[in-house]
């Protein structure tokens, strides 16, 4: 092994057209996909029996440690993301000597931002706990010391950024999946190994600590190769700095507002309706969420080829979100599709009848969202790679205005159906404004952008569709053609020859 790390695909990517994008994809975004459907896979096995062991309060504030050190994760300042960029574009400009500079300053500064954010959790715990969440006062204090441990975790999450950057950028697409897996097994299988001793939250959130520590030092070992070549302490670069919050300040605000609008409708839930409602609203939404791994996965990969194509060709960067739209609309609607037909009878099956009479609405409300939230991801993606990070942010900021008077009048309203109508509306939002600031920096043809729309339009009213069907021969029949009908349609209507070629090539691999 060099200096430069194990061997990976170029990183250039000059001449990706959608074909070869389409290629791309069908290498890599497998691995991305692995990565989240094996820990759903673990929460489907492991969310019944923590409802049954731990009770709907304690699943509850499980729900929402998790989402917190998720959200405090946006103490990174976008530096992590600015990583993936800075050194996609070094490599594509043969300045891969100036790699392991980069990667040591970036995660110096994540070191140092994380403590801050640690901090930060652990002075706003006794505040969350006591006056803004609506706890019993019998789990307060083993929630409260629960916060303080995922306080210690967050400098690790931070640092984690700037670690997975790295391998994003080199296409290290299996090891980030591992990784990925290793995480969502943690989540929700480790919580099991403490239940047969205690049902106590704090042994729960311990045992997610330990689990956090030892994949970061998965991942440091995994990112070796760059560091080893790293110069001595001193050695760090000013000029990446000043690289990394440039092009990261407007990812801040991004990170501060958008996990704030993914995460605030568990703390109204809570604050509004109750504690036990958060878990009947985050627990199908954590897993129909992961839906959306599809775009995310196809945004992934590309983004490394986004980041260097627009340094050389417009051309290729417009071949590449066309395609990456394209593909991730295809992509997450036979998963949406069969998820709105047999919402309640999973729900049922999975946590049983107080689930499926609370949580089929969100199911199917999400589902809506998360389709135009595909086409938003890739848009989301491609602005950043091309160097225009304040775009969504600007988004985000409005969004957040709007979506809180939202939120809080649909929630008392109409509870947690009322949450997920309110996370759908903003979710759209965010896909039109990002898809519309995407099309016009990109000059996509106005016959792409009608048969995309075309497209979704179809998607949605075959959602509102299937919601509506009753009859389970019925719905049977729709499972078995619905995505196959809907999948011939983008194959005629959105896919480009190139697409079409490369995908029968990749049917004749296979078969």
Partial sequence: MSAAGPRAEPADGAGEGSGTALGLIARNAPLVVLGELI????????????????????????????????????????????TTKLIAARIAAGRRADVPRLVATSLALLFVLGCAGGAVLALLAPWLVDRALQIPAALQPETRSAFYVLA??????????????????????????????????????????????????????????VGRVVLFLATLASCRHVLVASEPAGGGDEGAVRELLHFGGWLTVSNVVSPLLVLLDRFVVGSIVSVGAVAYYATPLEVVQRAGVVPIAIATVLFPAMAATSLVDGRDARALLSAALRLSLAGIFPILFVLVLW?????????????????????????????????????????????????????HVVELVAYVPLLWWLT????????????????????????????????????????????????????????????????????????????????????TADERATARGLLRRLG
């Fill in 152 to 209: 210690l975790t967050v400098p690790l999450v931070v640092v984690g950024s700037g670690l997975r950057g790295v391998l994003e950028a080199e296409r290290r697409f299996a090891t980030l999946a591992l990784l990925r897996v290793a995480l969502g097994l943690i989540s929700f299988l480790g919580p099991l190994l403490v239940l047969p001793f205690s049902g106590s939250l704090l042994a729960v959130v311990l045992v997610l600590a």
């Fill in 343 to 395: 919402a309640h009878e999973g729900l049922d099956v999975w946590l049983g009848p107080a689930f499926a009479h609370e949580s089929t609405a969100v199911v199917r409300w999400v589902a809506l969202g998360l389709l135009l939230n595909a086409l938003g991801c890739a848009a989301l993606f491609a602005l950043q790679a091309s160097g225009r990070p304040d775009l969504p942010a600007k988004f």
């Fill in 412 to 495: 008392a309203s109409r509870g947690v159906e009322g949450a997920a109508i309110a996370w759908a509306a903003r979710v759209g939002l965010d896909a039109l404004l990002l898809l519309a600031a995407a099309v016009l920096r990109f000059a996509l043809t106005p016959r792409s952008v009608l048969s995309l729309g075309a497209a979704t339009g179809l998607g949605l009213a075959c959602l509102v569709l299937a919601a509506s069907l009753e009859e389970p021969a019925v719905r049977l029949v729709a499972t078995l053609v619905g995505p196959a009908a809907y999948l011939a349609v983008c194959f005629t209507m959105l896919f």
């Fill in 39 to 82: 820990p759903m896979a673990a929460a489907v096995v492991a969310m019944p029996i923590l409802a049954a062991r731990l009770g709907i309060d304690r699943l509850g504030v499980l729900s929402l440690a998790w989402v917190v050190i998720g959200y405090f994760s946006l103490f990174d300042l976008g530096v992590g993301r600015a």
